[in-house]
């Protein structure tokens, strides 16, 4: 009885247990951060626009040999597009297939020209900081790139033939030629490689011309170093760069994850 007694006493001597502590937001369970998962190697691909990308590495042969593929065959078909129109005429190893009218030495010469362009742009954007620019070298681009530089040609050509004056037609090209830039490139950096090409190609005709008599330009309206040219032939050599940085972007983006696949394995 008396142990139930002080029993009782105790319990009623003890203090009553504190209340429940209100739920508060910030104790709640903490979700475990997840970090992000890295993106696969396809992925990479070189934009141009600051946009780290795989170096070249040893995949400049692969991307080399198929920027002079595409030039060998692609190139004289785009080329094509003046012959049609008589705007220049071969002599000296002239080549018809078809309505196609070339010179045998045509498909060489724009593999070369393709694989030395393409190959510039991507030394600059590994070694130059890189510029914000449109060609990203992406399919899509590429092909737009492409279809833009194919009306191009095929509007200089339909002006030729329609017998507009060539300073008139220089003018008009010149003014296309910078929009066409505006809208796939943007960068100083690719205006400045364009205008080297425009003027750097024309420049390499003269001794075709002069030397070797591969063609000639019948109504050249510019005389260079004694030899007729065309003077917005510049405007197209401008408006084809821009697909040959997306094109080179664009393989490299491919052989060089290729390549670096197989340094993994």
């Excluded at 449109?134 to 050509?157: H, M, N, Q, Y």
């Excluded at 080297?196 to 063609?215: D, Q, T, Y």
């Amino acid at each position: 009885m008396r142990a139930k007694l002080a029993v009782l006493i105790a319990g009623a001597s003890s203090p009553p247990p504190p209340p429940p502590r209100p739920f508060s937001p910030s104790r709640r369970c903490k979700q475990p951060t997840r970090l992000p998962l890295p993106k696969p190697v396809n992925a990479l691909q070189n934009g141009g626009g600051g946009g780290k990308s795989l170096p070249l590495g040893r995949a400049w042969p692969a991307v080399s040999a198929t920027l002079f593929g595409a030039g060998f065959l692609l190139g004289p078909l785009l080329d094509g597009i003046h012959s049609r129109v008589g705007l220049q005429v071969y002599a000296n190893g002239a080549l018809d297939l078809g309505p196609l009218h070339t010179h045998i030495l045509v498909p060489p010469l724009l593999g070369l020209f393709y694989c030395t362009v393409g190959l510039l742009q991507l030394f600059l954007d590994e070694r130059v900081l890189p510029a914000k620019s449109k060609a990203t070298g992406s399919p899509r681009d590429t092909a737009t790139s492409l279809i833009v530089l194919a009306l191009f040609i095929d509007l200089s050509a339909e002006m030729y033939r329609a017998g507009v004056p060539s300073n008139v037609e220089a003018y008009v090209l010149f003014a296309v030629a910078e929009f066409v830039w505006l809208f796939l490139e943007g960068s100083w950096l690719g205006f400045a490689i364009s205008c080297l090409v425009g003027v750097a190609c024309p420049l390499g005709e003269v001794p075709l011309i002069k030397l070797f008599e591969c063609w000639s330009y019948p109504n050249a309206d510019v005389l260079l170093f004694g030899t007729g040219l065309m003077s917005w032939t510049t405007t197209c050599y401008f408006v084809y760069t821009p697909f040959l940085v997306n094109l080179a972007r664009l393989l490299k983006s491919r052989l060089a994850v290729d390549d670096a696949g197989g340094k993994e394995e």
